[in-house]
């Protein structure tokens, strides 16, 4: 698969973008051949795009130059393949409320176009449904591994997350991309066990598994190798609210791999991955200047009685 095709699949079936419509593609220059890939789809499909460049955010939620912002809400899609989110900025939420269909794409890469870009959202869509279906009323979370991940957690009277699916064609619909998981924010003090960290954590790949002690939903303990200083300063910047494992997910995108890119890490097909610190923005009730991801390779995960995946695979 090419660059060019998940662009196409970006712009044809994720967005549904149609004849005429107003496209403004906003991007940063690490991004160019991105942007121009999804300015040329957008083109091909009879869209009116414009592509925009601005410099790149040194943090997420950076508000935009007040054109650009304007060029958002005069739009009928927007594509936002910049280097930190757009997500939580005032001109997104504007332009979502005026009806803008927008897709936030931050730190996306040539290689997750080319990879779970390509993949297919409808299928991924069905699949989201079909899980939360069977699982809605279900109380407790169990996932095991074989490095010794070994933990338990109630998920009673919160709403998993299904909307990670890729598909934003209505109306003020908005979605990040490339997309594919389902997730929920966590009891916070239920969790308890251990949490054996072999994949990655936030953009780190670990050579050596990080072993992380969890009682009454928090971090106690930890072990590892280099990654034991990345807690520490973690730990110390969010206090003892940060220590909290706020929320867990599943990934469900065929085409992404665990690369040491929370972009195609957390939505892999068959990972596990956790929520350390802030969850209070999908549910929960912890506010924390820190939320890290903590993904978990070849796990095995239960919710109630129904196994999902199977050290690693996608049985359900």
Not at 178 to 188: C, D, K, S, T
Not at 213 to 233: F, M, N, P, R, S
Not at 265 to 293: T, W
Request: glycine share 10%.
């Amino acid at each position: 698969m090419s660059l060019e095709e998940g662009a196409k699949n970006a712009v044809a079936v994720c967005m549904g973008v149609r004849r005429g419509e107003r496209v403004s593609i906003i991007s940063d220059k690490p991004r160019n051949r991105v942007a121009r890939a999804l300015f040329d789809a957008s083109e091909e499909v009879g869209a009116d795009p414009i592509l925009m460049e601005i410099s790149p955010f040194r943090w997420n939620g950076k508000e935009l130059p007040i054109p650009v912002a304007k060029a958002m809400i005069s739009s009928d899609v927007v594509f936002a393949p910049t280097e930190h989110s757009i997500s939580h900025t005032k001109a997104r939420l504007m332009a979502t409320k005026a009806g803008v269909r927008i897709a936030s794409m931050p730190g996306i890469r040539n290689r997750e176009m080319a990879g779970p870009m390509t993949a297919d959202f409808e299928e991924i869509a069905a699949n989201i449904r079909r899980i939360f279906e069977a699982i809605r009323r279900k109380k407790k979370i169990t996932v095991s591994g074989k490095g010794g991940t070994e933990i338990s957690m109630n998920v009673d009277g919160r709403m998993w997350i299904t909307e990670d699916t890729g598909l934003a064609r209505e109306k003020g619909a908005f979605t990040n991309l490339p997309a594919g998981g389902l997730f929920a924010p966590i009891i916070e003090k239920s969790p308890a066990g251990t949490i054996v960290v072999d994949g990655v954590l936030d953009n780190k790949t670990l050579r050596t598994p990080l072993r992380i002690e969890i009682k009454k939903g928090q971090v106690t303990d930890y072990e590892g190798g280099k990654e034991t200083a990345y807690l520490d300063e973690k730990f110390k910047e969010g206090g003892k609210r940060s220590r909290y494992i706020g929320g867990f997910g599943i990934g469900m995108n065929p085409k992404a791999k665990i690369v040491g890119h929370p972009l195609q890490d957390e939505i892999s097909l068959g990972s596990a991955h956790f929520y350390i610190g802030e969850n209070f923005s999908f549910g929960g009730k912890i506010r924390s200047p820190v939320r890290m991801s903590a993904v978990i390779k070849e796990a095995t995960v239960k919710i109630g009685e129904i196994t999902i995946i199977e050290e690693g695979d996608f049985v359900f």
